[in-house]
């Protein structure tokens, strides 16, 4: 499976501290996002900074901690902050709670996002279900050594049904992954509308296409945190991306918990 070494001591040292020896699914939280850990039972916390082999990371809103525990009788493991490429992280850094899910034996995979809305009829607080992606940067996986496909659209119809029995409103459509930290400007934005994007962020895409490569059935959902550059006239700021993350902190929640439960 060609997984870093080091996970298997980092994999070792989360048994010793609690971690259920195979969950059930795992959740990547994205900005702002962390709230969800609250309807876990039986947590176990775990800062980054504890954890073998395991960077800390610098960005605001995401908390850097690996919560365990239990959700609708699920054992599920949390990465709460997640490995930007734009921190200087490289790519196996950037994946390494996929790799990390795969190697404790984690049948599913959520991963959560906030990005920037491009679709005109999205507006601010939209939940999208990715069915595809963007990828204008250069994103090369070192472990992989054959082509292979993103392979996710089972798992998108399932999802969409899902949202759909909890009564749930998601719009669906493509991610333009950006490496960052810098936002867009408007021109760009205008070329990712042109080319086909609905939403544009700095994430996801690398976890999304290891997991598919290492066959981890895997959905993910972003947040509408603001629409992107020159959609509407307002400035963008971090602050105002947390603010609408925590507004669907509870829809977020009950998405997540669905998908681990019915996926
Ligand atoms: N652009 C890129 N990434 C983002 C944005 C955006 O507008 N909003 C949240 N993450």
């Not at 939940?127 to 090369?140: E, G, Q």
């Not at 459509?173 to 070329?191: D, F, H, M, S, W």
């Not at 602050?239 to 681990?260: C, E, N, P, S």
Request: one cysteine or more; hydrophobic letters at 40%.
């Amino acid at each position: 499976m060609n997984l870093p070494e080091t996970l298997t001591e980092t994999k070792r040292y989360l048994l010793n501290r609690g971690l259920p020896d195979k969950p059930e699914s795992a959740v990547i939280l994205g900005s702002g996002l962390g709230n969800f850990t609250n309807i876990i039972r039986n947590q176990v916390r775990i800062p980054y900074q504890h954890i073998p082999h395991f960077p800390t990371t610098s960005v605001e809103g995401h908390r850097g901690e690996l919560i365990s525990g239990t959700l609708s009788g699920c054992d599920i493991m949390v990465f709460s902050g997640r490995f930007h490429h734009y921190e200087g992280h490289d790519f196996n850094t950037t994946v390494l709670p996929v790799y990390l899910s795969k190697l404790c034996g984690v049948k599913k995979l959520i991963i959560t996002n906030a990005a920037g809305g491009i679709n005109t009829e999205f507006k601010v607080g939209d939940l999208m279900l990715i069915d595809s992606i963007l990828r204008l940067n250069h994103i090369t996986a070192p472990n992989a050594r054959n082509p292979y496909r993103l392979n996710i659209e089972d798992t998108v119809r399932k999802a969409e049904e899902i949202a759909s029995e909890i009564g749930l409103f998601i719009q669906q459509g493509t991610y333009l992954y950006v490496n960052g930290p810098n936002y867009e400007t408007k021109a760009e934005i205008r070329a990712f509308r042109y080319i086909g994007a609905d939403a544009v962020g700095m994430s996801t895409v690398p976890e999304l296409s290891e997991a598919s490569r290492l066959n981890l059935k895997a959905v993910a959902v972003s947040l509408i945190t603001n629409m992107a550059a020159g959609i509407t006239p307002e400035k963008l700021a971090h602050a105002d991306i947390k603010t609408t993350a925590w507004g669907r902190q509870h829809d977020v929640a009950k998405l997540v918990k669905y998908f681990i439960m019915k996926l």
